[in-house]
């Protein structure tokens, strides 16, 4: 103890003065978070709005159908969790993988434990367990397919197909009941920030293509798109958007609000996945495409067979930092668009009658801060752990 | 004897001739895009018809019919002198955000390295707390929890040691009293002849080998000289005081202006950490084991060794940061600060053309991020290492 001390707190005196002045910090915020969240928090404010909060006005009814499309979501991150494990990685004792598991997701399940505990209800506590029932499920599925020879026969990216189609398909299902106007709160943020996920993934990587590419105008259409819409600020690109996008489409079609910032979340995240996946394609060695050459490949086959796919993989750190970013940026369109989303409820619920002039806003941005702040985290942890074990930049 | 090859005479169908591909290729790309655009403009065309809006800039000589807080800005001037005013409060806020942030990630950033185990977990925590927030968020606290809610009315301001005031009004600060001509060419003056000091110390450094201390000399004699000339000017220090329910004296910063500064400086400070420590961790390691072999203080291994080769590879990630506080601070329009965004908003609410508007916001911001590139470009290509 002693010589851990001195070596890391007690160095010199000045070191010395450094630890006292962070002790005091330190110890200062903690304390105050312990009397906020234990002591003078006032926290009915949250719990009386948490559905407002996770779904906005999502219809009583189909609960029920949402709750099975994050059931099969939730399945889904199960079975493919494991969808890349080597077999024969080194067996583990029960007690070390749950240690991992809650240094992986601990924050997750201690936010959804929080959650279920302001919900206060019987109905919170049973979809809290059938989600993880849900993982469950989808964790010994995929075990099992570790272990029998049939199963392990299919390849990875068949099975993380196939088992994707229940969630998706039962997610347009609810889309289809429940008109996308009535979504709201957390659930809307998720939903804007996956949808444009997956539409600006394609783009951004046509247009880094596109700036690598050795035909002048192509390359000269794709850098100006992209430093265009890397100048502008994306607040006032939603607020254009707000304001022009009917401007720009056929007088028969009237955009609502969540229409308006999937557009520019996509449009203005391609720009900057683009740059990301450029620097992937800039990283790869001239060899490559030139061993693909030597073989006859075509422009396209050795671009989609060789440079891209490394490409992709040398970058994924980046890539998730960026969609972790664009997540962070759906409260913009609360702020811009009037978007139902869950910041905008975080400040409109102390106005309600019953806690106008209380001053609650400490307590609700506290729970939306919380929501945002595990999931960025995670993700960010989960990217470092997915980069050490694809082993970029090793060897 | 082998077969000749049939190069000489053959020829390559025209179809399968690469130039000639290359050459389809970019007039069809061409002609999506036109194709796109024109539908576009078309649609604009046929919308603008039926809706009737005017699509030229001349709502920008019609009377603004709104005050800007903080300014003597008048009802009756026209818009262009709002975006004007606006375009100098983005500009203020993004030049003393930059410097704020620089000056506290920079701080962060090495103490995430510090070989002290608290101070090290501290700073690591700020980052992560910060860095994982929505900044609209931060942006939200500061201007409804903190400075609408925490801080007291002014009535019961704050004073800390009498020199500041702090209330919901806003927090007023010590500074000059005097015209803003005379301050700016006293500090320019000052700074000249610091400079001079600088180069001095230098020259003196390199004729006798004792240490140059070039930078705290210049920076003693930059602030020594503002003070002297300002006092010999007849001119002082004012001190903000309440004056029944306002604050007198002193320079009253606004509190949406606060709130906006703090939130931007906060989130790209917890980014700027993140760069500076992979910066200094990207120095190669032979650098500072020479500067211990030289038995160099560790602060002086840190400034003089450490820190400026850093700062030459942190250049380009930094420029981005400066760029993102500078388009970031757009988001002062969600807690009215009367920037550039804020002024386009409320002359839109006031019947101005929306897409007009817009679109010159737009381009303003388009301008300063090319001239940021550029001066960030600049410092890079001298800071760069010269190679063979």
Redesign the interface.
């Known amino acids: 103890m002693r010589p851990w001390l001195k070596q890391?707190?007690f160095?010199s005196y000045l070191?010395g003065v450094?630890?006292v002045v962070?002790?005091a910090?330190?110890i200062w915020i903690v304390v105050q978070i312990f009397t906020f969240v234990f002591i003078t928090g006032r926290w009915e404010i949250v719990q009386v709005n948490i559905k407002l909060l996770l779904i906005g006005r999502f219809p009583e009814e189909h609960i029920g159908l949402l709750l099975a499309s994050v059931m099969a979501i939730a399945f889904w991150i199960g079975v493919t969790g494991g969808a890349f494990v080597k077999p024969g990685a080194p067996k583990r004792s029960v007690l070390e993988i749950a240690r991992e598991l809650f240094q992986r997701f601990g924050l997750i399940a201690l936010l959804g434990i929080a959650i279920v505990y302001l919900a206060g209800t019987g109905e919170a506590l049973v979809a809290g367990l059938q989600i993880v029932v849900a993982i469950v499920a989808g964790r010994l599925l995929s075990a099992l397919r570790t272990r029998v020879k049939l199963l392990s026969a299919i390849p990875s990216l068949l099975w993380i197909f196939v088992w994707g189609l229940a969630p998706t398909s039962l997610i347009w299902y609810t889309l289809s009941v429940s008109t996308l106007e009535t979504w709201g709160g957390f659930l809307i943020n998720f939903y804007i920030a996956v949808l444009s996920i997956v539409l600006c993934f394609p783009l951004g990587v046509l247009l880094a293509l596109g700036r690598r590419s050795s035909?002048?105008?192509?390359r000269l259409?794709a850098t100006t798109y992209i430093e265009?819409v890397?100048?502008?600020?994306?607040?006032?690109?939603l607020?254009?958007a707000g304001?022009?996008l009917?401007?720009?489409?056929?007088?028969e079609i009237t955009p609502d609000v969540i229409f308006r910032s999937v557009t520019v979340f996509t449009l203005f995240t391609a720009a900057y996945l683009a740059e990301i996946i450029r620097g992937g394609l800039q990283s790869i060695p001239k060899g490559q495409t030139e061993a693909g050459k030597a073989i006859g490949l075509s422009t396209v086959r050795i671009i989609g067979l060789i440079t891209l796919p490394q490409a992709l993989r040398n970058v994924i750190p980046a890539q998730i930092g960026q969609f972790?970013s664009l997540f962070?940026?759906t409260?913009?369109a609360?702020?811009?668009l009037s978007m139902f989303e869950i910041?905008s409820i975080g400040?409109a619920i102390t106005k309600q009658d019953d806690f106008l002039g209380q001053?609650l806003?400490?307590e609700s941005?506290a729970f939306?801060?919380l929501m945002?702040?595990v999931g960025?985290?995670v993700m960010?942890r989960e990217s470092q752990r997915l980069e050490k074990k694809l082993g970029v930049g090793i060897r | 004897m082998t077969k000749p090859l049939p190069s000489a005479s053959y020829k390559i169908p025209i179809w399968r001739n690469i130039k000639f591909l290359?050459i389809v290729?970019?007039v069809s790309?061409?002609f999506v895009?036109f194709l796109i655009l024109n539908w576009?403009w078309g649609?604009?065309q046929?919308?603008?018809a039926?809706s009737s809006i005017p699509t030229d800039l001349r709502f920008l000589d019609n009377p603004a019919n709104f005050t800007i807080p903080g300014s003597d800005f008048d009802q009756s001037q026209p818009v262009r002198s709002a975006f004007v005013e606006g375009f100098f409060n983005t500009l203020r806020v993004a030049f003393i955000g930059i410097l704020l942030a620089t000056l506290l990630g920079t701080l962060v950033g090495i103490a995430r390295l510090?070989?002290?185990?608290?101070?090290n977990?501290?700073a690591a925590a700020y980052v992560?707390?910060i860095?994982?927030?929505?900044?609209?968020?931060l942006l939200?606290?500061m201007n409804?929890?903190v400075v609408l809610?925490t801080f007291p009315r002014i009535e019961e301001a704050w004073k800390p040691l009498d020199v500041m005031v702090i209330s919901n009004r806003g927090i007023a600060i010590p500074w000059f009293v005097g015209s803003g001509t005379n301050l700016a060419a006293v500090i320019f003056l000052a700074g000249v002849i610091a400079y001079l000091v600088k180069k001095l110390r230098q020259k003196h450094s390199d004729r006798t080998g004792k240490p140059a201390r070039d930078i705290l000399y210049s920076v003693v004699t930059f602030f020594t000289l503002i003070a002297v000339a300002w006092f010999l000017l007849g001119y002082g220090l004012e001190f903000p005081f309440v004056d029944d329910r306002a604050t007198s004296g002193g320079l009253r910063l606004d509190p949406s202006f606060f709130a906006l500064l703090v939130a931007l400086v906060l989130y790209t400070s917890s980014q700027i950490a993140e760069i500076v420590r992979g910066s200094i961790l990207a120095v190669h390691k032979g650098q500072g084991e020479a500067a211990d072999a030289l038995a160099l203080s560790a602060s002086q291994k840190m400034r003089i060794v450490i820190l400026p080769q850093a700062f030459r590879i942190a250049m380009p990630a930094l420029g981005n940061q400066y760029?993102n506080l500078i388009?970031?601070s757009?988001?002062g329009?969600?807690i009215s600060y009367f920037e550039l965004?804020q002024v386009?908003?409320i002359t839109?609410g006031n019947g101005s053309p929306?897409?007009p508007a817009?679109?010159l916001?737009?381009l303003v911001?388009?301008s300063i991020?090319?001239f940021t590139s550029l001066v960030v470009n600049y410092f890079n290509r001298k800071l760069e290492l010269v190679e063979r």
Do not use: C, H
Request: hydrophobic content about 55%; cysteine-free.
């Open positions: 890391n707190l160095r070191d450094l630890t962070s002790a910090i330190a035909l002048p105008v192509i259409l265009i890397r100048g502008a600020p994306l607040f006032v690109l607020l254009l304001v022009a009917e401007f720009f489409i056929p007088p972790i962070k940026d409260t913009l609360g702020a811009a910041l400040k001053g806003i400490y941005l939306v801060g945002f702040w960025s985290f960010s | 290359r290729f970019q790309v061409i895009v576009l649609n604009y046929i919308n603008v039926r510090s070989k002290n185990y608290l101070l977990k501290l992560e707390v860095r994982n927030l929505p900044l609209l968020l939200t606290f409804l929890a809610q760029l388009k970031n757009s988001l329009a969600s965004t386009a908003q839109v929306a897409v817009f679109t916001t737009l911001y388009l991020s090319f």
